[in-house]
């Protein structure tokens, strides 16, 4: 499926995606504005999202189908 994030953070940010265990799926670092991903490969089912900046965190789930 696709998955967008746009978390509204001026500056620089890193994204880590978890399963619902909380084993890490996907990082990415050193990101800027909106992202699109169509081949994240992500098995239907829960995951968390946590994105870091320097300026705060921001955590949320999704369901992937």
Known sequence: ???????KISSQYDL???DAI???VYTEAN???RREY???NLTPGCYSIQIRSKQRSISTKIIME
């Open 1 to 7: 499926g696709q998955l967008t994030i746009d978390p």
């Open 16 to 18: 880590e995606i978890y």
């Open 22 to 24: 909380g084993k890490s």
């Open 31 to 33: 990101l800027n504005g």
């Open 38 to 40: 169509s081949e994240l």
